[in-house]
Structure formats: structure tokens, C-alpha cells
């Protein structure tokens, strides 16, 4: 028998329209679209570059405050890079090479949706090489020219487009392929516009691709929860809710989150957003999702985590705890019926 207070939040349009499962269980341990960051160093003139994955902690060489997702399951293959001063232009060969999944690029292991390997972070060059100067670094030239220091002197050419992966206005190679394990993609030659005295470029690239088992978002929000009432009243039990908090007071759920996404957010960028905090849409209610996270041992609350996050990304319009379904959850009517 439902819970008065259960039976209240489906009264009040918390309808649960689809029961997906049983009881509630924490967003499923598969790897999401966003997999993982790689770091390269280019040497322009000799046009040789070296790559890695991003290190635990590690952050954006552009913007401090900028996390690099970690864990890469991917790594690129590289060809020798060519510069041309008449249109300053430096072409690099680059593949994607799948090193730790069963697939890359789609979400049955059929139908491909493709591949995009996008800049997470602005590229960023140095060096003091003089200007009009091209000869290789071991041919001994002297460099007098200035140093470039840091900044954005480096910027993508040739890409497909741009989309909100991981912030704003990211660059983005589309690859129109799927990869098993240990596959790779046909080459694709990338360009960048760099200032004509750098002689050093960082680039770092992140992956978005349909994975297999995945959590998705759907393109609109559900009218009500897709959870069952055995879930809802694990999730709203009042023994787990945050009751006091320094930044919004409860009662609200340490793990879920609303989002609210702006209208020209387009469903890649809605996916990235989920991605990015490791959430799963567990319900909705007019332009809002309900999205579950996972706890974490973070002072604030995973919530917050989330949050935080999610406020840093355009798409996103508003990103808020879930106090009234916690207020309705734990309002007791006076006739209600056990």
C-alpha cells in the first residue's frame, strides 16, 4: 500500500507513468559518451607530437578552474604534421583508436552513430620562434623572436562544427565510424591556425560516443517518475534527506537533481550534460528532469557536486535540488490513511 505522502506526490501530477524497475538502484556502472580525456604535445616544426590520458586531478592547461575528464578508454594515432606559413596552417593526421571498449560509436553494437573528437579545453601555443622562420628545430637556427607565453594563439580550422560538451563552444571532428576493441578510425586531417611564432602546441581532446548499456536522455522530459513506489520511498525516506545545508535548506535528497536545459539545447548537448555528472533520468515533470547521481563523499553533497557542474555548462538553464517533491513526500495530511 502506498505511503500517504507517496500517494499525494502521484495526485499532484508526480504520476508514475512507466516503472522501469522494482526498487531503487544507483545510476549503473557503464561507461557513459564522455570517456576519457587525451593530452598531445606537438612539436610544429618537426611535426611530431606526443599524446597521453589526462592524470587524476588534472586541468586544463587554458583554464585553471576546468577538469579534465580522467580515465581515457580511448587514445589517438598521429601522423606527421605539416605547417605552412603562406596561410599559417598547421595539418595533423589523427585516428581514434578504441583501447578499452567492446564498442565505440554505437549503442547496440550495429547501427553507427559515429564518433566526435572534440577540444575540451581551448588549444594553447608557446614558443620564441621568429617570424618567417620554418626550419626544423634541429637544424640549429637561432630563435631570437619573441616568446608567445600562453593564451589562445591556436585555433581549429577545419572542424565539423561546435557543440556544449564539457563547455562552451567546443570544436568538434565528426568520425562516421564504430570501433570494437582495438579498432581504429580511417585517418582525418586536422587543422589549426596557430600565431606564426609558436613553436609548441597542447591540445586536448575528449571523445563523445554512443556506448553500449549506457544511461540516455530522452529528448523531452517523462510526466512523472519511471521508478516504482518501492523506489520512490527509499529515495524521499526522511531518515535520508539533507535537512540543513548551508547553500538551500531541506528536506531534499542528496542525489538527485532538476535540470532544466535552455531551449536551443540540442540532445548531444542534454547528453553531455547527464554524462557529466554520471546521472540517470529517473522521472520529470514539465521542462524539468529528475535526475539520479551518484553519492559521493564530497562535504556539500553529491547534489551539489552535480550542481556545480552542471551550472558551468550553456545548456544548461537552471539546475536545482529536488525541495518541493521532498516537501510534498514529508507533508502528512491530517485524513490521510494508512
Given at each position: 500500500m502506498?505511503?500517504?505522502?507517496?500517494?499525494?506526490?502521484?495526485s499532484l501530477g508526480y504520476r508514475n507513468q512507466h516503472v522501469t524497475e522494482p526498487t531503487l538502484q544507483p545510476p549503473p556502472a557503464v561507461t557513459s559518451r564522455m570517456i576519457g580525456t587525451v593530452v598531445c604535445q606537438i612539436d610544429v616544426l618537426e611535426g611530431t607530437s606526443e599524446c597521453r590520458g589526462a592524470q587524476p586531478g588534472e586541468t586544463s592547461p587554458s583554464d585553471a578552474g576546468h577538469d579534465l575528464v580522467n580515465e581515457a578508454k580511448f587514445t589517438?594515432?598521429?601522423?606527421?604534421?605539416?605547417?605552412?606559413?603562406?596561410d599559417s596552417t598547421f595539418r595533423w593526421p589523427v585516428r581514434i583508436v578504441n583501447i578499452d571498449q567492446d564498442f565505440l560509436g554505437n549503442l547496440d553494437g550495429q547501427e553507427t552513430t559515429g564518433i566526435k573528437l572534440f577540444l575540451s579545453s581551448p588549444p594553447e601555443g608557446t614558443g620564441n620562434r621568429a617570424t618567417g622562420d620554418t626550419a626544423p628545430s634541429s637544424a640549429g637556427v637561432p630563435r631570437p623572436g619573441p616568446s608567445t607565453g600562453t593564451g589562445q594563439n591556436v585555433w581549429a580550422r577545419n572542424h565539423d562544427s561546435v557543440l556544449n560538451f564539457t563547455g562552451p563552444d567546443q570544436p568538434y571532428w565528426n568520425y562516421a565510424e564504430k570501433l570494437a576493441l582495438?579498432?581504429?578510425?580511417q585517418w582525418r586531417e586536422l587543422h589549426f591556425k596557430i600565431a606564426?611564432?609558436?613553436t609548441r602546441i597542447t591540445v586536448s581532446f575528449g571523445i563523445f560516443t554512443a556506448v553500449p548499456g549506457e544511461p540516455t536522455i530522452p529528448a523531452t522530459p517523462p510526466l512523472g517518475y519511471l521508478i516504482s513506489a518501492d523506489s520512490l520511498a527509499v529515495l524521499y525516506a526522511k531518515e535520508r534527506q539533507i535537512w540543513v545545508h548551508p547553500r538551500v535548506a531541506g528536506p531534499y535528497p542528496p542525489d538527485v537533481v532538476h535540470i532544466t536545459f535552455r531551449p536551443t539545447a540540442?540532445?548531444?548537448e542534454k547528453q553531455a550534460a547527464l554524462d557529466i555528472i554520471g546521472g540517470r533520468v529517473i522521472g520529470g515533470r514539465s521542462s524539468a528532469y529528475y535526475v539520479l547521481v551518484p553519492l559521493d563523499n564530497s562535504a556539500q553533497g553529491a547534489v551539489w557536486t552535480a550542481i556545480d557542474r552542471l551550472v558551468m555548462l550553456p545548456q544548461v538553464l537552471r539546475a536545482d535540488p529536488d525541495v518541493l517533491a521532498s516537501l510534498v513526500v514529508h507533508t502528512r495530511?491530517?485524513?490521510a490513511k494508512h
Open positions: 502506498l505511503l500517504p505522502a507517496l500517494a499525494l506526490i502521484l589517438i594515432r598521429t601522423g606527421t604534421g605539416v605547417y605552412t606559413p603562406a582495438g579498432e581504429y578510425t606564426p611564432n609558436v540540442t540532445q548531444d495530511r491530517p485524513d
